[in-house]
């Protein structure tokens, strides 16, 4: 019996073949859109997935102003920040920040679903995020995605 035939192949950075998808998030729902998106990001959809390894996709998300929130979480979701210094907290809401920032909502999103570690921080950086229709990553030749089409 030939053994070479049960190795494990684990992928590398020379292996891997990273494409390039778009995203619409107009009327998604924030969270779905964010498991998705790291879903998409971590790579796990693909046959030679390997967990210590970038071998997601780089993915592009434009109507980030958008997305929806469902139930009150517009007004009752906080999100906290922290200067340092003494009585530095503060805290804003989805409303406020999908007004000033609204990219900053689906970036909080998904960066919390990734690993909280270097391979956490590598996966984010391919995470393009835009508030309108266009984005200046055409040369790339990005295809549509559906997030109904993502399991």
């Known amino acids: 019996m030939n053994t070479l035939s049960y190795k494990t192949i ?15 998030a107009e009327d998604q729902v924030l969270g779905r859109l964010a498991s998705k998106v790291a879903f998409l990001l971590r790579g796990k959809a693909k046959t030679n997935y390997t967990p210590h390894v970038d071998c997601g996709d780089n993915v592009i998300i434009i109507n980030a102003e958008k997305v929806k929130l469902t139930g009150k979480k517009l007004d009752d979701k906080i999100y906290l920040s922290h200067s340092g210094y003494p009585g530095g907290q503060k805290e804003v809401t989805p409303r406020t920040l999908l007004s000033k920032k609204p990219i900053s909502v689906i ?10 570690n270097r ?17 200046p990553h055409e040369a790339q030749q990005p295809k549509p995605i559906k997030l109904t089409s993502i399991k």
């Not at 999103?109 to 990734?114: D, F, H, S």
């Not at 391979?119 to 984005?135: P, S």
Request: proline residues 2%; glycine residues 8%; charged residues 20%.
């Open 119 to 135: 391979l956490g921080a590598e996966l984010y950086r391919n995470l393009y995020v835009y508030a309108g229709t266009t984005h």
């Open 107 to 116: 970036e909080k999103a998904v960066k919390g679903m990734l690993p909280k």
């Open 10 to 24: 684990s992928a590398n950075a020379a292996t891997v073949t990273k494409e390039w998808v778009i995203i619409d």
